[in-house]
């Protein structure tokens, strides 16, 4: 790491880096660290016939997904647990189907499905073993209606009294509960499960959905819903775009996401006060490294960016592009609805559709300039994976 503080207060720059880096770790959510423990309830319909094996489940949940959540978190969390053998449910898929769409969905039937699904384990299980719980259904999308959802907290909402309890032993199921059908994506499950993962504080949900909850609401073109309803993040996060090209892993998740989830090391990341200006080399945020990978450059109550170098490693190769991300994040903002979000990518190219060309590079769009807010960041050079970048902050 080559870090560089213009100014008289140099000295006094670095010390206060370290306080707010020790301030950031301690302000960091931790539940996504270590062992998820996930019981996966294998549940089928009485009028469909499942297309996949419990195998193939297992595979997926406990072997995918889990190496998919160790190389993101460089280590930090891995996914274990159980899938049960199949159980019907008591109703056609018909009393159960939902919309596609997050703001039109039945809570009632997803309600019903959840405890359906819990009572037909609550003898042959401990809930109190795990950490969430997956409902694997043995049906397609076009049958049941939705790829994939989190029941808690997320569809059925997060604050108190929606925990659910078995009507036999009176088990309480821990964490949340996901549903997912048999073809949903790996970055559909981890997106989910990382609301469990996440967790509620302050009855806001620590990791939330990064796209527009508004245009999914629409019917359309782009996955079936309205025009590209990923306009926060992107193709950058699942949370907000599960994947980006279906028959390819999911991509990494931001550096927002990391910190949510506990996965961001304070030790990476370099501050940039009001009033210093910067010189320092972001090494990729995908791979483990020493060095600084994220800069965090406070411009007002609750609002800063985040500047990170995402380059074609590990999970990252799945990205449109590659470079240098410039995020405005505003902590005040809860969930991505009426046009507002608590993160929200710079375009370096708004020519180029869907933010694919949103990074800046040394040899294309390289510099940033936020005018009101007096910011300015330039990509200096390409070095290997590194990225050097000059951070100017209300100077």
């Not at 489940?57 to 160790?70: G, M």
């Not at 996914?79 to 039945?106: C, F, M």
Request: with cysteine; glycine share 10%.
């Amino acid at each position: 790491m080559s870090v560089q503080f213009g100014g008289r207060g140099a000295r006094s720059c670095s010390r206060l880096f370290v306080i707010l880096s020790l301030l950031l770790v301690s302000r960091a959510w931790a539940s996504g660290i270590g062992e998820q423990r996930i019981l996966v309830i294998m549940a089928r319909f009485p009028d469909v016939t499942p297309s996949f094996s419990v195998d193939a489940a297992r595979t997926k949940y406990f072997d995918r997904l889990d190496r998919y959540v160790r190389a993101i978190s460089q280590g930090k969390a891995r996914v274990v647990g159980k899938a049960t053998d199949w159980y019907t449910l008591p109703r056609d898929v018909g009393h159960y189907r939902i919309s596609q769409h997050n703001l039109g969905v039945e809570r009632d039937r997803i309600a019903a499905l959840i405890q359906d699904s819990i009572d037909l384990v609550d003898r042959d299980e401990d809930f109190s073993r795990y950490s969430a719980v997956v409902i694997s259904l043995g049906a397609r999308r076009r049958d049941f209606g939705m790829m994939g959802l989190c029941g808690y907290p997320g569809m059925l909402g997060w604050r108190s009294g929606t925990a659910f309890r078995t009507h036999g032993k009176g088990q309480s199921v821990p964490g949340g509960v996901a549903i997912f059908c048999e073809e949903a994506h790996v970055g559909v499950v981890f997106h989910d499960l990382a609301h469990i993962m996440g967790g509620v504080r302050q009855g806001r949900r620590v990791v939330p959905c990064l796209y527009d909850h508004d245009l999914q609401a629409q019917s359309g073109p782009f996955r079936g819903y309205a025009r590209f309803y990923l306009v926060n993040v992107g193709f950058f996060d699942p949370m907000s775009c599960h994947f980006f090209a279906l028959r390819a892993p999911p991509p990494g998740v931001c550096a927002w996401t990391k910190h949510r989830l506990g996965w961001l090391d304070p030790r990476n990341v370099v501050q940039v006060p009001r009033g210093q200006s910067v010189t320092l080399r972001l090494w990729p945020l995908s791979q483990h490294s020493e060095g600084a990978q994220v800069a965090r450059v406070p411009v007002g109550d609750g609002t800063y960016y985040l500047i990170e170098n995402r380059q074609p490693i590990g999970p990252d190769l799945n990205l449109p592009s590659h470079g240098l991300l410039i995020y405005l994040c505003d902590d005040r903002v809860a969930e991505c609805r009426h046009g507002k979000s608590p993160i929200t990518l710079v375009d370096s190219s708004p020519s180029v559709a869907e933010l694919r060309s949103a990074p800046f590079t040394a040899n294309g769009p390289a510099t940033y300039t936020d005018q009101a807010r007096r910011v300015t960041v330039r990509v200096l050079a390409q070095e290997g994976a590194a990225v050097r970048i000059a951070v100017s902050n209300g100077k």
